[in-house]
């Protein structure tokens, strides 16, 4: 288990967050916190609302209600580009890389915010944990595999330099081999110092490399803890894995 962020301020905070889409409450007043260099798991069923939530924290939808505040400042008003260009950054569930593109192009796409000397030591970076990607820079985007895709959203995310990185279902769809490597790169990129919310429905898996979790369930935060409680919890165990 991962070691826990102890007291460090929160560099995301969520309260009372209400989503709605036409008269269907998705988000029911949801509180949330992430604190820098945590890896916090938000585990739930299909239409929890974990996706939704995503999208609200990262102003691609407008909440109904509630507080959303990044870095101690609210983020009301901003624009997605302008959370991605303070470290705010999302990998959308289904990957969403640029088909059209090759992969080194996708990936300096990450970086199209950035004005710094570091972009050529990040792209490294990201071929040392993703080695595929550099053989295969100059290859269109939209004839990788599934979990080839899957390590080019998450590339291209980390270009942008995230402080805080949201991950939506990034095993979904994924081989047991893929998901295995997929989920040895979110614990390496945690232990190198980005703070990362996660949202999977592979709870065990969520759950085993998380300092903290919560339960969603039909818009509601059923539950929250550490990790390592809730894995051992008998009603997530009878919810969420299966016995």
């Known amino acids: 288990m991962p070691q826990g962020a102890g007291g460090a301020p929160a560099l995301l905070q969520v309260q009372g967050l209400r989503v709605a889409y036409g008269g269907i409450q998705a988000v029911k007043g949801i509180d949330l916190e992430v604190r820098e260099g945590e890896l916090v798991s938000l585990i739930g069923a299909n239409g929890a609302g974990k996706t939704t939530t995503l999208k609200a924290l990262t102003a691609m939808i407008k909440p109904q209600g509630g507080q959303i505040a990044y870095a101690g400042e609210p983020i009301a008003g901003l624009g997605s580009w302008d959370l991605v260009a303070r470290g705010l950054v999302m990998v959308p569930e289904g990957r969403g890389t640029f088909t ?144």
Do not use: C, W
Request: glycine share 8%.
């Open 100 to 243: 059209r593109m090759t992969i080194l192009e996708n990936l300096q796409m990450g970086a199209y915010l950035r004005h710094d000397a570091g972009v050529a030591d990040d792209l490294e970076q990201v071929f040392t944990l993703f080695p595929r990607l550099k053989e295969r820079q100059a290859q269109l985007a939209g004839t990788l595999s599934g979990g080839e895709q899957q390590m080019l959203a998450m590339g291209r995310a980390l270009m942008a330099r995230p402080r805080l990185l949201l991950l939506d279902e990034p095993s979904m769809g994924l081989s047991p081999l893929m998901v295995d490597k997929i989920f040895e790169v979110i614990q390496t990129i945690h232990r190198q110092g980005t703070t990362v919310l996660l949202v999977e429905q592979n709870a065990s898996r969520a759950l085993a490399v998380a300092n903290r979790a919560y339960v969603m369930d039909s818009g509601d935060m059923t539950m929250s803890g550490p990790a390592g409680d809730l894995l051992h919890d008998p009603r997530v165990r009878a919810a969420y894995l299966g016995e």
